[in-house]
């Protein structure tokens, strides 16, 4: 089993910017591809991004596209969502969560739907 812990949540003003963390521990060999997702009070949850484990090749939500990158640590365990530019529009519970079979075009497009395993969230508020 694989267990994830966001972090890196928090208050910011519209334009600014959060760097989300998310460690992965476990068994995680059979990983194929890590999604961060995010859910706003009253609305599905919806897919943000998404990174490959074997050739780092990314994928985005188009609103998102340009604002937001993806990366990962290998030596920390760690995959990253890098957050420019905030929207109000952008607040929500955002999740780390890993996919044992499919590419990322179906990670993030599914919404998350049928991931292997999540973390707890971590919340966003984007607000002046």
């Known amino acids: 089993q694989v267990q994830l812990v966001e972090s890196g949540g928090g208050l910011v003003q519209p334009g600014g910017s959060l760097r989300l963390s998310c460690v992965v521990s476990?068994?995680?060999?059979?990983?194929?591809?890590i999604g961060w997702f995010r859910q706003a009070p009253g609305k599905e949850r919806e897919g943000v991004s998404c990174?490959?484990?074997?050739?780092?090749?990314?994928y985005y939500a188009d609103s998102v596209k340009g604002r937001f990158t993806i990366s990962r640590d290998n030596t920390k365990n760690t995959v990253y969502l890098q957050m420019n530019d905030l929207k109000p529009e952008d607040t929500a519970v955002y999740y780390c969560?890993?996919?044992?079979?499919?590419?990322?075009?179906?990670?993030?497009?599914?919404?998350?739907?049928?991931?292997?395993?999540w973390g707890k969230g971590t919340l966003v508020t984007v607000s002046s």
């Open positions: 476990g068994f995680t060999s059979d990983i194929v591809a």
């Open positions: 969560a890993t996919d044992e079979l499919r590419i990322c075009l179906l990670v993030v497009t599914t919404g998350g739907a049928g991931m292997d395993d």
């Open positions: 990174i490959s484990m074997s050739d780092d090749s990314t």
